[in-house]
């Protein structure tokens, strides 16, 4: 419930303060530095030399990687086709090709299958959506920002990535079976709870509510694939195809099920890729995921 409240306190929060004149409203762009740079970081650190690897771990990995090419794959090929700006399509493939696995993952999946469930959640997470936000996600950024395929620099910005440096380090970890200090686990710990204020509130300070903006119609878009059509086909192909039909299938689909990722919309707004709409998907996201979940968590009973 603690979750809840701090997520919609900082959103309405960061709403409040872009009324206040003397409150410098630009601050998000140092405070999304922040949430890159230290916190993301220090959860990858927390959590993946923790992970014990096996072949069944493979689903839930996998659909976040899944998502984001489906994502990809969508949206490129339908604003090529429509004349969409690389911006636009950019942010599109961001925010609805990543799910908030972390954030709203946790709490909701802790409610509803109980704490041994965060194992699975943590799968979902951290090797899948937080490294696909880490790799491809940078790459995307870099790429639809800049309009022109720089693969040297795009693979220069992926390779000095802070959150990818720390995933690398943290593989390496798991690998040497070794953990960290309990001191410095317990310092990555507080650093990472940050992110959730910090990135709701640069949400809230970047999200406007104007009936006439252009972007409606695509975060109606957006939103309908992020929420619907993306945990649909990894229903389906979980489900009906490869035949999978345990606990851990079940919480993975509400994973995926999700409102847009947060880090996923700070990238966006950080190259520019059509900041308001990158906000937008997360402050609408979030209250309509709520319905969204509860169908999906009906659904996936029948499994």
């Known amino acids: 419930m603690n979750n809840f409240i701090i997520i919609f306190f900082f959103l309405f929060l960061g709403l409040l303060l872009q009324n206040v004149k003397r409150f410098p409203t630009h601050i998000y762009k140092t405070i999304n530095k922040i949430v890159i740079y230290i916190c993301l970081p220090a959860i990858t650190l927390y959590h993946i030399p923790k992970i014990k690897w096996s072949n069944e771990l493979l689903f839930p990995i996998g659909a976040g990687w899944i998502s984001f090419f489906l994502a990809f794959v969508f949206f490129h090929f339908l604003g090529r086709r429509l004349g969409w700006s690389n911006k636009l399509i950019g942010c599109l493939v961001l925010t609805a090709g990543l799910s908030n696995s972390s954030f709203l993952g946790y709490p909701i999946v802790e409610a509803l299958f109980g704490k041994k469930g965060l194992?699975?959640?943590?799968?979902?997470?951290?090797?899948?959506?937080?490294?696909?936000?880490?790799?491809?996600?940078?790459?995307?950024?870099?790429?639809?920002?800049?309009?022109?395929?720089?693969?040297?620099?795009?693979?220069?910005?992926?390779?000095?990535?802070?959150?990818f440096i720390t995933f690398v380090v943290s593989c390496l970890l798991n690998v040497l079976d070794y953990d960290?200090?309990?001191?410095?686990?317990?310092?990555?710990?507080?650093?990472?709870?940050?992110?959730?204020?910090?990135?709701?509130?640069?949400?809230?300070?970047?999200?406007?509510?104007?009936?006439?903006?252009?972007?409606?119609?695509?975060?109606?878009?957006?939103?309908?694939?992020?929420?619907?059509?993306?945990?649909?086909?990894?229903f389906i192909l979980y489900v009906f195809i490869f035949n999978q039909h345990s606990e851990a299938i079940k919480i993975t689909i509400i994973e995926i099920a999700m409102a847009p990722m947060i880090t996923g919309a700070i990238l966006a707004s950080t190259y520019g890729l059509k900041p308001k709409l990158s906000s937008m998907m997360i402050g609408f996201g979030i209250p309509i995921s709520f319905v969204t979940l509860a169908i999906w968590y009906f659904v996936v009973g029948f499994i």
Request: glycine share 6%; aromatic share 12%.
């Open 119 to 163: 194992e699975t959640a943590v799968l979902v997470d951290q090797p899948g959506t937080f490294v696909v936000v880490s790799t491809l996600g940078v790459f995307v950024a870099a790429f639809y920002s800049k309009g022109s395929p720089d693969f040297k620099s795009i693979a220069k910005k992926i390779i000095l990535f802070p959150p």
């Open 180 to 234: 960290l200090d309990l001191n410095i686990q317990s310092l990555l710990l507080k650093l990472g709870s940050l992110v959730t204020p910090l990135a709701l509130f640069s949400v809230g300070l970047q999200l406007t509510f104007d009936r006439k903006s252009k972007h409606w119609k695509f975060l109606r878009l957006g939103l309908f694939f992020r929420l619907i059509v993306t945990p649909l086909i990894i």
